[in-house]
């Protein structure tokens, strides 16, 4: 099955964002996956719209991350080829900042990044030593060959996981607190209802008259 966006490059992709209209929609519809917690309190008291904002509300947390990542990327874009357009790949990077910020403070960001590195790192050291069992020099040395034996085991690949978490998690809890008290700050409602709002303000000026935003013809 052919799936056409997978054969897009880099540039192509690039390009497609390199339209005033494309890029105000991308900032306006991001600004206001941040701006909908405001909807949610608003419509709290009116039994079925307060539903509905509720269920927006928990799906565009999970659509904003990737949603985020996309106005990261454009931000990226307009900076490259807009350089005097500072300000729209400033509220683009923001807001797709933003916008990741809001599920990664929802998970215990050490622990992730640990295990995934133990899993790698057991599953990196059993792909390097299981090709060395029954190789000459192996049977040849009586301590090595048990030595692996034990590795590639699967009590050696968890004390090895084990190990290895350990020491990443406890080199990595620090930084990870940090960027987590970054991510609620951002993951906050004022915050992101201040950001999508200015998000939202920012496209319609680059309907209205975009070089009001330092935007020019595109190249």
Known sequence: MQIPILDYTLADIMLFFQNDWILAW???????????????NITDPIPLLG???????????YVG????????FVGYVIWTVQPGAAVVAGILVLMGFTLVMRILAKFPLA???????????AATMYGAL?????????????????????LISGKGLIIVGAIIFAIVYVISDLVFKIIALIAKIFASTPVSLIIG???????????????????????
């Open 51 to 61: 539903s509905i904002f509720d269920l927006l509300v928990h799906v565009g947390t």
């Open 26 to 40: 991308v900032i306006i519809l991001s600004g206001g996956l941040l701006a909908i917690w405001l909807l949610e």
């Open 111 to 121: 622990i992730v990044f640990a295990a995934g590195l133990a899993v790698f790192g």
């Open 197 to 219: 709002l200015a998000a939202i303000a920012v496209g319609v000026i680059v309907i209205i008259n975009p070089a009001l935003v330092g935007l020019i013809a595109w190249p």
């Open 65 to 72: 991350f990737f949603v985020g990542i996309i106005d990261i």
């Open 130 to 150: 299981a090709p060395l069992v029954g190789t000459t020099w192996y049977s040849a040395v009586p301590e090595i060959a048990q030595a692996v034996d034990f």
